[in-house]
T-cell receptor, first 114, second 116 residues
Framework: DQQVKQNSPSLSVQEGRISILNCDYTNSMFDYFLWYKKYPAEGPTFLISISSIKDKNEDGRFTVFLNKSAKHLSLHIVPSQPGDSAVYFCAAQRGETSGSRLTFGEGTQLTVNP | GAGVSQTPSNKVTEKGKYVELRCDPISGHTALYWYRQSLGQGPEFLIYFQGTGAADDSGLPNDRFFAVRPEGSVSTLKIQRTERGDSAVYLC??????????????FGPGTRLTVL
């Protein structure tokens, strides 16, 4: 039972344009959501997060939107840069404090073309 | 080092053998997690330690898998009678005690386990 799903295995965009990565979840007990970025042969690195009490969180070029009623979140990267090319994982958690497991989606490979 | 380290980076073993994978968390982090990532999938939770004790081991797939953290720092994931299906990248992460919003898990580079 895949509780967090990323339906697009890959996405290709031109440098300077917007990248939109999508994620859906099924477990209504999740109340904290995170995006991680992963380069080959490295562990995932934290990018941005959002609590379920918010619908938007912005950090520089990265914005995460949360639609609780649709159980959907998205990550917007604008403008996209070639260095953003990586696998992006959506993750969900029950509770904002640490000590709670992360449930990951399958990942989306983003390629930003110069 | 400043980050989470894992050894070895690669481990090749034969079916039926025993393996140990080591994780050194960030100094001062009391929470430690093990995840497993199979090809084309996202990381899958295995076990979580708070200090020396396993607070949640519900992700361990069966009793061939066991993990310890005897002094509340370094952790070892142990796999007995390895099977080909155990082949994956094993990721370790650590985090500090939870404050609201302070729940970022920092990941190590992983150990790639291949069971022949």
């Amino acid at each position: 039972d895949q509780q967090v799903k990323q339906n697009s295995p890959s996405l290709s965009v031109q440098e300077g344009r917007i990248s939109i990565l999508n994620c859906d979840y099924t477990n209504s007990m999740f109340d904290y959501f995170l995006w991680y970025k992963k380069y080959p042969a490295e562990g995932p690195t934290f990018l941005i997060s959002i609590s379920s009490i918010k619908d938007k969180n912005e950090d520089g070029r990265f914005t995460v939107f949360l639609n609780k009623s649709a159980k959907h979140l998205s990550l917007h990267i604008v403008p996209s840069q070639p260095g953003d090319s990586a696998v992006y994982f959506c993750a969900a958690q029950r509770g904002e404090t640490s000590g709670s497991r992360l449930t990951f989606g399958e990942g989306t490979q983003l390629t930003v073309n110069p | 080092g400043a980050g989470v380290s894992q050894t070895p980076s690669n481990k090749v073993t034969e079916k039926g053998k025993y393996v140990e994978l080591r994780c050194d968390p960030i100094s001062g982090h009391t929470a430690l997690y093990w995840y497993r990532q199979s090809l084309g999938q996202g990381p899958e939770f295995l076990i979580y330690f708070q200090g020396t004790g396993a607070a949640d081991d519900s992700g361990l797939p069966n009793d061939r898998f066991f993990a310890v953290r005897p002094e509340g720092s370094v952790s070892t994931l142990k796999i007995q009678r390895t099977e080909r299906g155990d082949s994956a990248v094993y990721l370790c992460a650590s985090s500090s005690i939870g404050l609201a919003g302070d729940n970022e898990q920092f990941f190590g580079p992983g150990t790639r386990l291949t069971v022949l």
